[in-house]
Each structure stands twice: as C-alpha cells, then as structure tokens.
C-alpha cells in the first residue's frame, strides 16, 4: 500500500465512523454555525414603572442601567431613552454606549440606534422602544 492508498482509505474511514455523529450533533466539528438563524426575544409588555434619577447610574449624562428587561439611559444630552435589554439575535442584554448614543450587544456585536432600530447585525428584528416622562426626580417608563 503506497501512501496515496493509505490515506486514502483512512479518510474514507475516519468520515464514515463521524458521519453517523455529525448526523446526530453529537461531534462538535460538524457543528454548523446558526447565527443566520436568529432568536427572537419578547420584549417586556404592559410596562410602567418609576426610577429615581437623583441618584445611581441616572443621575449623570451618559449612565444607564436595566431594569425589568429594559436599558434605560440618560443621554450626553440630559434626555432619558428606552428600550428592551435583550438583544433580538440570541437574546445578550445590550450596553449603551453614550459617545455615539446608541446600543451595542457584547456576544456577536450587534448595533441598536438610539431608538431600538438595528443599524448593524446579526441582528435583524429591533428592540422595543418605550416612553419615558420625567417629574422632578421621577423618570417613568412605559408602554
Ligand atoms: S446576542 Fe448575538 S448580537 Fe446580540
């Protein structure tokens, strides 16, 4: 047996022992990638709560936080916007970003407009907006 023959065959053999694994998802090698198939999250539905803006993470142009699955946050510009935390890809909480006021997620690096929109993928769907309306230091949020 020359050498063409040998490795010849043992390719052939090495993929007809994985074939039957690959079918099965079991050898992580065979494993396709399925960022293509994008997971839609629920945004949460029926909100309105208050924060309190005079202290933590609000209270200074540029901070945001999340609260029951939605990033609220104070723009460079003092204005307070809202949206959904998850991001619609698979589901990562989304950072603001107050230098270009807009939303990134950290895993695959989607990008979300100031109002939710997608402006780079893999994401597809945008995340929810949602009202805000601030009295003194009460910001609420809302359907
Ligand atoms: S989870 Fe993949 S880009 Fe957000």
């Known amino acids: 047996m020359n ?3 040998f490795f010849s065959r043992v390719g052939f053999g090495a993929a007809a022992a994985l074939l039957p694994a690959c079918i099965a998802g ?6 396709s990638d ?19 803006v005079s ?7 540029g901070g945001y936080l999340v609260s029951q699955g939605i990033v609220v946050a104070r ?5 307070f916007i809202a949206v959904s935390a998850s991001c619609t890809h698979e589901g990562t909480n ?9 939303f990134l997620c950290p895993n695959h690096g989607a ?8 402006t780079r993928g893999p994401a597809n769907t945008n995340l929810k907006q ?14």
Request: hydrophobic share 30%; with cysteine.
């Open 26 to 31: 079991l050898a992580s090698g065979c494993s």
């Open 94 to 102: 989304v950072n603001y970003v107050a230098s270009t006021n807009d």
């Open 111 to 118: 990008q979300f407009s100031s109002t939710g929109v997608v």
């Open 3 to 5: 050498r063409k023959d």
């Open 55 to 61: 202290t933590g993470s609000l209270a200074a142009n």
């Open 130 to 143: 949602y009202n805000t309306s601030l009295t003194g230091n009460s910001l609420r949020v809302y359907s």
């Open 75 to 79: 723009t460079n510009s003092g204005t």
């Open 34 to 52: 399925n960022s293509s198939s994008p997971i839609i999250t629920q945004a949460p539905t029926g909100v309105d709560f208050l924060l309190d």
